[in-house]
């Protein structure tokens, strides 16, 4: 994808680039990220996507804003 997109999350700003090669749809279950310069995998569980392995500095809720925004650019 590489494009670089920004969310505005508690006040602060942050920047994420999606790196999956193949194309974001409905059935995609693992997303690959470069959040503010740090790699992150996201995973779908169920409804809720959800950081597959914690990291300091990025909580469960920066994440799942993180995918609403992406769900909602490609309506997945």
């Known amino acids: 994808m590489g494009q670089l997109l920004r969310i505005?999350?508690?006040n602060q700003d942050?920047?994420?680039r999606i790196l999956n090669k193949e194309a974001i749809t409905r059935e995609t279950q693992i997303i690959d990220l470069l959040l503010d310069g740090q790699p992150l995998t996201i995973i779908k569980?169920?409804?809720f996507?959800?950081?597959?392995?914690p990291m300091q500095g990025i909580t469960a809720d920066l994440v799942s804003a993180v995918a609403k925004n992406i769900a909602l650019?490609?309506?997945i």
Do not use: Q, Y
């Not at 996507?49 to 392995?53: C, D, F, G, I």
């Open 8 to 10: 505005n999350f508690e």
């Open 73 to 75: 650019r490609f309506r």
């Open 14 to 16: 942050h920047s994420f």
């Open 49 to 53: 996507w959800v950081a597959e392995k």
């Open 45 to 47: 569980e169920g409804k």
